[in-house]
């Protein structure tokens, strides 16, 4: 089974400054896809950025950026100028290819201080 | 934009008690999804739906059930709640698996049961 791991339960970052959040994942696959989802404190869990394994070009989201390092198996997220509406929680997620089997990391919560 | 509903945001159920969990997407996505999230435990996936009337187990499964006779809607049930379950249960749909956008989930608002 694939797993998704996140090692930094919690992160804080000075407003304005550049933050980095890690993920590795496990899989045997060649083809899937990885994502990174925040879910504010209201809860509702919204896209953040996403990543197609074939391609080897980084996505890039406006402040947000990837580090996908596919031998490594590693997709770290990093937030540029921070802003206080980017506190909160950050899940790393795999999907499959050829399927819906969606998996999440435990999650890191950003704190942004003024 | 998708837009998933969660009927109750907050529920308290007793113990033993049945409990209906209702979500509702508004464009005819094919597939919705239960997880259920837990602190330092992340998003576990409880049963998920890629048509009406089908399903099929998640990661943890055991003392859920679900029902999808219309494609808009997805309901969980605890058959007979426990303290265990209690949990933030999120709801989310995408479109089908080989669609435009098929692998981007869009989520509901959760529901907080605490079970007493």
């Known amino acids: 089974a694939q797993t998704v791991t996140q090692s930094q339960p919690e992160m804080s970052v000075q407003e304005a400054e550049t933050v980095t959040l890690s993920c590795t994942y496990d899989?045997?696959?060649?083809?899937?896809?990885l994502f990174w989802y925040k879910q504010p404190p209201s809860r509702q869990m919204i896209l953040v950025i996403r990543q197609e394994a074939y391609k080897q070009q980084n996505a890039t989201e406006n402040r947000f950026s990837v580090n996908f390092q596919k031998a490594a198996k590693s997709f770290s997220l990093k937030i540029s100028d921070s802003q206080l509406g980017d506190a909160a929680m950050y899940f790393c997620a795999y999907r499959p290819y050829n399927n819906n089997d969606m998996r999440f990391g435990a999650g890191t919560r950003l704190t942004v201080k003024p | 934009d998708v837009k998933v509903t969660q009927s109750s945001r907050y529920l308290v159920k007793r113990t033993g008690e049945k409990v209906f969990l209702e979500c509702v997407q508004d464009m005819d996505h094919e597939n919705m999804f239960w997880y259920r999230q837990d602190p330092g435990l992340g998003l576990r996936l409880i049963y998920f739906?890629?048509?009406?009337?089908?399903?099929e187990k998640g990661d943890i499964p055991e003392g859920y059930s679900v029902s999808r006779e219309k494609k808009e809607r997805f309901s969980l049930i605890l058959e007979s709640a426990s303290t265990n379950q209690t949990s933030m249960y999120l709801c989310a749909s995408s479109p089908g698996l080989w669609a435009s956008g098929a692998n981007v989930l869009t989520f509901g608002a959760g529901s907080r049961l605490t079970v007493l």
């Open positions: 899989t045997s696959e060649s083809d899937y896809y």
């Open positions: 739906s890629y048509d009406v009337k089908m399903k």
